[in-house]
């Protein structure tokens, strides 16, 4: 990258908790949020679990508006208000102290659940008095919600790149400022569960009715979730001349597509090898000075194989600098904010030395055992960490935080 | 925001026909379309000729066996941008697609299967075409792009967003050239959204808004001697919630550009482009050789930068294109003529 980029705030809604720190801390005891779903009926599904967050307040926002907002913006708008105020970009009120702030964003479904709304209205031949579930389904509308509630402006960019889409929209971000297009720009992902996409995963047999187990030789699929997470990034020069101290570098972004199959990886993982290698060539490192990955992880027969194995082609067969682990064990996949809320977790592990526990393991791939985080290894002084997505469409990413030295 | 991207390829396909004659020359047919929620009642729309050659050549392609409409449209707009492209090219080609509704008859077939027969009906054919980024990739597979790719997401400025990211990938030397498209499905719900937008009503007494479908791409690359048209500037980002703050958000993004500068005649019927027409038509250079193809969003953002290109080619130096938003935010670009 051209010119360095810095992580200055961050915030997150999750399964585990309303802010990034309630998350983090349940993360590293080794809790997860697997829950029964009750936001839709799911009695025509073979699973009935997913991680589920629970909504925080939004106390600037009136009880009569509240209804007219997606539960994707219930759970953006908080997690960017974290991010923001963690950045000190937040006046006494709320509000962004850049009035004029690029957004890029991510989803893979935005205010679906009013889209349902709308299909199953019309299905049932109501033709009018439809306009809110039909504006408000629509992803831009979420990232107005977020420009209202936080007071901003500016160019955004949506990126539906499937369950890397997290990853792509701060890898973009990254770019943005690297290149000299932004100074700082607020960037994650958002996603709120909805039932055309449970069912979806559900018919594709990719959901486990079992407990979710990724890197294990008896997983059976995945445990979906929601949630969103923020990072603001900035030139050094930016967050300097606003006496912000970095958390971290963001230091390498690789992304590229497999295009062996619209939902499977290439059995040997060697599109997720090329962008890895992309990002620590970006971040100027070995693949060595990586020394956790938050890994994608999802738990199904077919990602975990191939993710395994572009593991091992990248470190050459030699996973002891490593620790990995998937922390969709906890939180579920959260599709669109997956590579966002999986970022913040690579970047907390860098910066406070401990590493998310590999849960749910009963018999691991052996050719990944050795490198999955357990009780025992499950702190590190790191210097990189890296967070890795896949998506349907082929869609891979991967993201190098390194620590920020003045 | 200044740049300088050389178009050096474009593809069409739309309602008047396939290629850049029928996007300058052709007339669309229109045909009626039902309501879902009122089947007996009809809106006149425009609709892509699925039967034609040069769609129904991809039907046969494995990998698009399954793919949606917008795969087509896709596929064959991409085709025809690359054209000339060697393999060698290919390979370092980038791929950008801006959608709206992405692929909106597949959403609803799939989520109606589920409304109608229950949740065991789900059909795992369907659904994973139903994913916005399943064209893009169909399309890279299929036309050997090797290069990153992404979907993006948002009213007609999307296709702002996808020329600014091909820019930031070429600027950064990911990719040698960018193929940038937008593309849109035709799918009855559409109807039913528009009417409650208020948007199903005559424009001026005389037309009317027409929903439509199609794609339309360019390909780009940072400017080399010899390359004749470039998009040498463009804004986003102006964002509004109401009528009012719409025409305060577009007189903000177009006094970024050279007052004086001509500007290509924005041919979509809807509120915005009224006010588009109150703040640029004594601007306005006259696109009114080509005929009205309907409201198909980013690929409507793409159709109207297409003919503006045209035009560069024909009498102007340099035109802005206002690319309205409906939804969401107001943008423009500016595209100059170099030799």
């Excluded at chain 1, 059976?220 to 969103?228: P, R």
Aim: proline share 5%; glycine share 8%.
């Amino acid at each position: 990258m051209r010119r360095p980029v810095v992580v200055t705030g961050m915030g997150a809604v999750t399964p585990l908790g309303e802010t990034l720190p309630q998350s983090w801390k349940a993360l590293i005891a080794g809790q997860d949020a697997e829950t029964s779903l009750e936001l839709f009926d799911t009695s025509g599904c073979r699973c009935h679990r997913a991680a589920v967050a629970s909504l925080p307040p939004l106390p600037h926002v009136k009880p009569k508006a509240l209804s007219r907002i997606s539960r994707a913006s219930r759970l953006a708008i908080p997690a960017a208000r974290e991010a923001l105020a963690s950045a000190q970009l937040l006046d006494s009120e709320g509000q962004s102290l850049l009035p004029v702030l690029p957004l890029s964003v991510s989803t893979t479904a935005g205010g679906m659940a009013f889209g349902e709304d709308f299909f199953r209205n019309i299905l049932a031949h109501k033709r009018s008095r439809l306009l809110g579930p039909v504006a408000r389904y629509l992803p831009e509308q979420q990232v107005l919600d977020l420009q209202k509630a936080l007071g901003f402006e500016g160019p955004s960019i949506i990126i539906a790149n499937a369950c890397a889409s997290g990853a792509n929209s701060i890898g973009h971000a990254a770019a943005m400022i690297s290149s000299g297009m932004a100074d700082c720009v607020l960037t994650g992902g958002f996603e709120a569960l909805t039932e055309l996409v449970f069912v979806g995963f559900d018919c594709l047999h990719a959901t486990t009715t079992d407990r979710c187990r990724p890197f294990d030789l008896k997983r059976s699929g995945l445990l979906l979730g929601e949630g969103a997470a923020f990072l603001v990034l900035e030139s050094p020069e930016h967050a300097g001349k606003r006496g912000v101290q970095p958390l971290c570098r963001l230091s390498g972004y690789g992304h590229g597509t497999d295009y062996f199959h619209l939902t499977q990886p290439q059995s040997q993982g060697e599109a997720l090898v090329k962008v890895m290698r992309s990002a620590t060539d970006a971040a100027n490192i070995a693949p060595q000075e990586i020394g956790y990955i938050n890994a994608h992880g999802t738990a199904t027969p077919v990602n975990d194989g191939p993710e395994t194995l572009a593991y091992r082609t990248f470190y050459n067969d030699d996973l002891s600098h490593v620790r990995i682990s998937s922390t969709k064990a906890a939180i579920g996949h959260t599709l669109g904010a997956a590579g966002s809320i999986e970022a913040l977790f690579a970047l907390m592990a860098l910066t406070t030395g401990k590493l998310p526990p590999q849960l749910n393991l009963q018999e691991p791939i052996p050719e990944i055992a050795s490198a999955l985080v357990t009780e025992k290894n499950a702190s590190a002084s790191l210097s990189h960490a890296m967070s890795v997505n896949l998506g349907f469409g082929g869609s891979n990413a991967a993201l190098v935080f390194s620590r920020y030295e003045n | 925001m200044k740049t300088d991207l050389a178009v050096i390829g474009q593809g069409v396909v739309c309602p008047a026909g396939i290629g850049m004659a029928a996007l300058l020359h052709a007339q669309p047919s229109e045909t009626i379309s039902p309501f879902v929620s009122r089947p007996d009642r009809h809106w006149p729309t425009f609709r892509v000729n699925l039967n034609d050659p040069s769609l129904q050549r991809w039907q046969k392609q494995p990998r698009l066996r399954r793919a949606s409409p917008i795969g087509y449209f896709l596929v064959e707009a991409a085709e025809q941008a690359l054209m000339g492209s060697s393999a060698a090219h290919r390979a370092q080609t980038g791929l950008i697609v801006a959608f709206s509704t992405g692929c909106l008859g597949y959403s609803r077939r799939f989520f109606e299967s589920i409304v109608a027969e229950g949740q065991k009906s789900a059909s795992p054919m369907l659904f994973p075409e139903t994913v916005f980024n399943s064209p893009v990739s169909h399309v890279a597979s299929v036309l050997n792009l090797e290069g990153s790719a992404y979907a993006l997401v948002g009213d007609e400025a999307a296709w702002i967003g996808a020329l600014k990211t091909a820019w930031l990938w070429l600027e950064q030397e990911q990719v040698e050239q960018v193929l940038v498209l937008g593309a849109e499905e035709f799918e009855s719900a559409s109807l039913d959204a528009y009417y409650n937008a208020g948007w199903l009503k005559h424009h001026d007494d005389k037309s009317v808004f027409i929903p439509s479908e199609g794609a339309a791409g360019v390909l780009v690359r940072r400017t080399q001697p010899g390359d004749a048209n470039i998009i040498s500037q463009m804004e986003d980002g102006f964002i509004y919630r109401s009528k009012t703050e719409a025409r305060s958000a577009a007189q903000r993004c177009f006094q970024q550009f050279d007052s004086s500068m001509p500007c290509a005649e924005n041919s979509q019927r809807h509120w915005l482009g009224d006010v588009e027409r109150k703040l640029l038509q004594a601007r306005y250079r006259k696109l009114d050789k080509h005929a009205y193809l309907g409201e198909a969003t980013t690929a409507s953002a793409a159709w109207n930068t297409l003919r503006a290109l045209a035009l560069l080619d024909q009498s102007e130096t340099r035109l802005l294109i206002p690319i309205s938003g409906k939804t969401h935010q107001i943008a423009a670009l500016q595209v100059e003529k170099i030799y």
